[in-house]
């Protein structure tokens, strides 16, 4: 298993298990996230604190993330990033249109504001 999902009352927390969050993980996350969608969940944390590596690949399963939530009026926030993931964030310029905390007790303070 690559990732481990946590239904709470008003969100899903998916946390991404392997220390690569790329090619090999991104496709079943994003799989996951559509199912996810599917069932009319608009509020997702995606905890990222075991990762120590992200790819374009991950990066595209992220905005996935965040136009699902925000297609549905709902909120999406990632955590836990590790330095070398959070600079690939920034370099992106992804920081300025995602949201993101720096644990998983922010996050779901952010998505239960």
């Known amino acids: 298993m690559e990732n481990k999902i ?6 899903t927390i998916i ?4 220390n690569k969050f790329d ?7 994003k799989a996951e ?5 599917g069932t009319n969940e608009k509020n997702i944390i995606l905890d990222l604190s075991n990762c120590r590596y992200c790819d374009s690949s991950g990066l595209s399963a992220i905005l996935v ?3 699902l939530c925000k297609n549905a009026g709902g909120k999406f926030v990632l955590c836990g990033l ?3 993931v959070e600079r690939l964030i920034a370099i992106s310029q992804l920081d300025s249109i995602l949201m993101v905390a ?3 007790e922010r996050a779901e303070a952010e998505i239960v504001k």
């Open 65 to 67: 993330a965040n136009r």
């Open 102 to 104: 720096p644990d998983l």
């Open 33 to 37: 996230l559509t199912e996810i969608a």
């Open 23 to 29: 090619a090999q993980v991104a496709p079943s996350l």
């Open 6 to 11: 946590t239904k709470k009352d008003s969100y």
């Open 15 to 18: 946390e991404v298990l392997s």
């Open 82 to 84: 590790q330095q070398v």
